[in-house]
């Protein structure tokens, strides 16, 4: 009887011992899984902070020549939109872009400092035979319209009309443009010689090149008012200099929403 008794001891002792390791193993279990949850919560906010730095960077290796003449160091290419009173001969130029033939918009000097025999060009139908003229090979040309969508390699590009309102500077008939060119997932608008028009509005851009002189295009105050209705990350005035001043470029950026970021490019 003594020996029954003690066995059946045993064996509840055994079983206790089974349920209390069964529950130290649930908790440990649970505590594991709480911390795998902490650690995801952390990664996610460290991509975070790695995205705000991406969109941080995305004007690095842009700059302004002079009046509308923009360069672009992006993704291993070099892009020049109307380059214009280059003064170096670089040869560097991967894409030329032109909105339209007027000098300060295409100038064949500035363009000889920065083509090369593999530069791709992308101009308006009225310079066609002028980039030809330039001994360039016609599969490097890409003729554009207003309001056309193409990809060139890695670039996805849109045609935006350009032209004037009030005025016959830039008449709407002449199929002039700006462009919208997405590298790596952030759009570049250059809006090209224009007044603020109904196709403009529908845009949609990370950065923004506006022209802000007046006379042959909208003035600083238009300028302000399209921008800010656009709202793109970054607004970067030009077309100042030879008409308009740094001036119109200072008093555009003060105008700017504070979610827009202003910058006058050197």
């Not at 025999?117 to 980039?131: G, M, Q, R, S, Y």
């Not at 403009?200 to 600083?220: A, I, L, Q, R």
Request: charged share 25%; net charge neutral.
């Amino acid at each position: 009887m003594i020996n029954l008794k003690k066995i059946i001891i045993s064996f509840v002792i055994i079983i206790i011992a089974f349920f209390l390791a069964f529950l130290l193993f649930k908790y440990n279990k649970r505590n594991n899984g709480n911390n795998t949850t902490i650690t995801k919560t952390t990664v996610k906010n460290n991509n975070k902070v790695d995205n705000k730095q991406n969109k941080e960077d995305i004007m690095d290796g842009i700059t302004l020549n002079f009046h509308a003449s923009i360069r672009m160091e992006k993704n291993n290419n070099i892009i020049y939109f109307d380059p214009y009173k280059i003064e170096d001969s670089k040869n560097d130029a991967n894409y030329i872009f032109i909105t339209h033939s007027h000098y300060d918009h295409y100038d064949e000097d500035s363009i000889k400092k920065v083509m090369n025999e593999n530069t791709k060009f992308i101009v308006t139908n009225d310079l066609e035979d002028k980039i030809i003229s330039l001994g360039v090979n016609e599969s490097n040309i890409k003729i554009v319209y207003p309001s056309e969508s193409f990809d060139i390699d890695d670039l996805k590009i849109n045609t935006v009309p350009a032209y004037n309102v009030n005025s016959t500077y830039h008449k709407k008939s002449y199929n002039w443009v700006g462009y919208v060119v997405e590298i790596k997932g952030i759009k570049y608008y250059i809006v090209g010689d224009s007044d603020v028009t109904d196709e403009m509005k529908k845009v949609s851009c990370d950065v923004m090149f506006v022209p802000v002189g007046g006379t042959y295009t909208m003035n600083y105050d238009d300028a302000v008012k399209i921008v800010n209705e656009i709202k793109p990350k970054y607004a970067v005035p030009i077309h100042y200099g030879i008409v308009g001043s740094k001036e119109d470029a200072k008093n555009f950026i003060k105008g700017l929403d504070t979610s827009i970021k202003g910058i006058i490019l050197n």
